[in-house]
């Protein structure tokens, strides 16, 4: 009986150490599959170590995570236009739409979203609010859909950190570098051409003409950075952004951007804008939007060929071409090969 029962001991006492060992091994596995990311909120977020699903937050998200790992997205922050579908591959054509987390429109889908199963949300832009406020809101949405999400703060300053970030995070670092030096590159040459007197410019996203973009503001921040003043100040505009055209002649830009179509139209043909002298030399443009503004909404990554096209327009002579600069940006941001009857359409050229 005593042997038995030593038996028994021994039996247990190695069964014992085969489980604890395969336990510290099983969770030596798990350190190895998980990472931990701080964010630009300074939040420690618990993320894969290999991120193959990833939800965007908004438009700006989507648009600087299909630059740089299309493949990743499990959906999109809303469905694509025919048009944009001419750009975007063909496999995220019918992904789902999660709608957007922050904004004047936030209608994030937490069910959809949920559905789609990503291991991550990346929220990309300004910080909304104080850094606390906007933590613990991310936090709340991390708990609400049980995803971990993570803030990368971007603007047209940062842009070549914020791809080496992401690169390196979602395991793209080469195609990070590849984009970020692309924009160190652009920002480098085109500030070569804005030496001297800056141009002034009038940009309005309404139908009427008269809701303005603000000058220091994200929204105004591709004119700026590509040498030009915005004239519309917040002093001179009401709590929307809308102006009167009073005030308008009154500043009297060189040039004027419209992001509609009916805007354009207006400001072009409408005898009460005719004697602005943007109207009447011919210096008003219809902003190309496709697959996104060139220049704004979102304000995102999609603002860096709005650069060029904004430098060919404001400094003629420096023979930019930007029906080539175009094809260029979208066969590396979008990996689209438009040819040039394409681009020319786009620009609005035709």
């Given at each position: ?34 990472r ?56 995220t ?20 979203l ?44 940062n ?10 995070l ?29 141009p ?57 951007f ?19 002298q ?56 979008y ?12 620009l609005?050229?035709?």
């Amino acid at each position: 009986m005593k042997k038995m029962a030593l038996i028994c001991v021994i039996v247990v006492f190695f069964t014992a150490i085969v489980y604890a060992q395969a336990a510290v091994e099983a969770s030596g596995a798990t350190n190895v599959l998980t990472r931990t990311f701080v964010d630009d909120l300074g939040r420690e977020v618990v993320l894969p170590s290999e991120i193959s699903r990833i939800a965007p937050s908004g438009s700006n998200a989507q648009v600087i995570v299909f630059q740089l790992a299309p493949e990743k997205l499990v959906g999109l922050a809303s469905k694509l236009g025919q048009e944009e579908k001419s750009i975007y591959p063909e496999y995220t054509h019918d992904l789902p739409a999660f709608g957007t987390l922050y904004g004047k429109k936030a209608n994030l889908n937490r069910e959809t979203l949920i559905l789609a199963d990503p291991e991550v949300v990346i929220d990309v832009g300004d910080i909304k609010g104080s850094v606390e406020q906007m933590a613990k809101e991310l936090d709340d949405v991390s708990k609400d859909v049980g995803v971990p999400v993570i803030f990368i703060e971007a603007d047209m300053d940062n842009y070549p950190e914020v791809f080496r970030k992401l690169g390196k995070l979602l395991g793209f670092e080469e195609r990070g570098e590849q984009l970020a030096r692309y924009y160190e590159d652009a920002v480098a040459e085109i500030g070569k051409y804005s030496t001297g007197k800056k141009p002034t410019v009038y940009i309005t996203s309404s139908n009427n003409g008269l809701e303005a973009v603000i000058a220091g503001k994200s929204h105004a921040q591709c004119a700026e950075k590509a040498g030009a003043e915005v004239v519309v100040t917040s002093s001179l505009a009401n709590s929307n952004g809308s102006i009167s055209l009073e005030t308008l002649y009154q500043l009297d830009p060189e040039y004027i951007f419209a992001y509609t179509e009916e805007g354009y139209r207006t400001i072009t043909t409408a005898n009460d804008w005719a004697g602005l002298q943007a109207v009447r030399n011919g210096n008003v443009y219809l902003v190309p939007s496709m697959p996104h503004v060139f220049i704004d909404n979102p304000v995102c990554s999609n603002r860096i060929i709005g650069l060029w096209y904004l430098a060919s327009i404001f400094y003629p002579q420096a023979g930019i071409d930007i029906v080539e600069r175009t094809r260029e940006f979208y066969r590396l941001f979008y990996r689209a090969d438009i040819t040039e009857p394409q681009a020319r359409h786009i620009l609005h050229m035709e």
